[in-house]
């Protein structure tokens, strides 16, 4: 079974801090390019924060830099995004992707829900 699983979504308060993971089943992370997206209520899916297979240079979306912090552990076939200082606006369904060129391919989490309410 090939697919994404994350974790780590749930109802935090405003200026709280929550860690997603999103673990590799049944293909390994290498040769691939991860990223994170995210879906608010009534709004198109956006790109939050892409990074190289290899864990580099992350170019986090304007409206989360300084906030969020992207990392992957190649031994655990993890990525984690680590968001702090949360505000309402970041409340969204938030996704992990994996993609290749060659041969091209891509593979979506299931999704996990983030709720940012006093």
């Known amino acids: 079974q090939v697919q994404l699983v994350e974790s780590g979504g749930g109802l935090v308060q405003p200026g709280g801090s929550l860690r997603l993971s999103c673990a590799a089943s049944g293909f390994t992370l290498s040769g691939y390019a991860m990223s994170w997206y995210r879906q608010a209520p009534g709004k198109e899916r956006e790109l939050v924060a892409p990074i190289t297979s290899t864990g580099g240079s992350t170019n986090y979306a304007d409206s989360v830099k300084g906030r969020f912090t992207f990392s992957i552990d190649n031994a655990k076939n993890t990525v984690y995004l680590q968001m702090n200082s949360l505000k309402p606006e970041d409340t969204a369904v938030y996704y992990c992707?994996?993609?290749?060129?060659?041969?091209?391919?891509?593979?979506w989490g299931q999704g996990t829900q983030v709720t940012v309410s006093s």
């Open positions: 992707k994996a993609a290749r060129w060659i041969p091209p391919g891509v593979i």
